[in-house]
Antibody, heavy 123, light 109 residues
Framework: QVQLQESGPRLLKPAGTLSLTCNVSGDSIVSSYWWNWVRQTPEKGLEWIGDIYHTGSGNYNPSLKSRATISVDKSKNQFSLQLRSLTASDTAIYYC????????????????WGPGTLVTVSS | EVVLTQSPAILSASPGERVTLSCRASQSVDSHLVWYQQRPGQAPRLLIYESSTRATGIPARFSGSGSGTEFTLTINSLQSEDFAVYFCQQSKNWPPMYTFGQGTKLEIK
């Protein structure tokens, strides 16, 4: 059974860059799944940030595309999120998640989630 | 962007009751509608996908229905562990642009 775990700095300053890593265990990052980042705030609720395949192909929420980069590290069985030009509105719980299956019909169905990590942006 | 509107925002019910939660999409998502349950301090948990298919390990008291723009999640015979927040999400967009509803909090009456 796949397990996901987010890690990274919890307190960041405005204008800085968020860097989070999702460690994957119980499955290979090069298996035929898409890997996602989702965030949650009390104000905006759940927001899909983007996804990535082990080939490096990915998609982003248009509202974050200019600031976000998702990448894969096959050697470490991890994928990562970078979010630049932070503001207080980026304060959120960040989750990594895996799609339900490799088929196109199974994309966007988030079956496995990490526990989430709270990131606070404050001066 | 597909906007999902859930109603009601808060639903009060008693154990043993049957409840129905609603999710309306701003445009058709066919049957590409997903439901999650979120308990305090936990990540969302997949309940239903493709509008009506229960995820692995989800009890039969949870059922989903609908297509196009109107969807419902029904929970029969509420158990204490069912009091949580429920989110709908659409998985139709191509290229991917998945969106969530704002949630329905199911609380004990």
């Amino acid at each position: 059974q796949v397990q996901l775990q987010e890690s990274g700095p919890r307190l960041l300053k405005p204008a800085g860059t968020l860097s989070l890593t999702c460690n994957v265990s119980g499955d290979s990052i090069v298996s035929s799944y898409w890997w996602n980042w989702v965030r949650q705030t009390p104000e905006k609720g759940l927001e899909w940030i983007g996804d990535i395949y082990h080939t490096g192909s990915g998609n982003y929420n248009p509202s974050l595309k200019s600031r976000a980069t998702i990448s894969v590290d096959k050697s470490k069985n991890q994928f990562s999120l970078q979010l630049r030009s932070l503001t207080a509105s980026d304060t959120a719980i960040y989750y990594c998640a895996r799609d339900k299956g490799p088929l196109n019909s199974q994309r966007g169905i988030f079956e496995s989630w990490g526990p989430g990590t709270l990131v606070t942006v404050s001066s | 962007e597909v906007v999902l509107t859930q109603s009601p925002a808060i639903l009060s019910a008693s154990p043993g009751e049957r409840v129905t939660l609603s999710c309306r999409a701003s445009q058709s998502v066919d049957s590409h509608l997903v439901w999650y349950q979120q308990r305090p301090g936990q990540a969302p948990r997949l309940l239903i996908y493709e509008s009506s298919t229960r995820a692995t390990g989800i009890p039969a008291r949870f059922s989903g229905s609908g297509s196009g723009t109107e969807f419902t999640l029904t929970i029969n015979s509420l158990q204490s562990e069912d009091f949580a927040v429920y989110f709908c999400q659409q998985s139709k967009n191509w290229p991917p642009m998945y969106t969530f509803g704002q949630g329905t909090k199911l609380e004990i009456k």
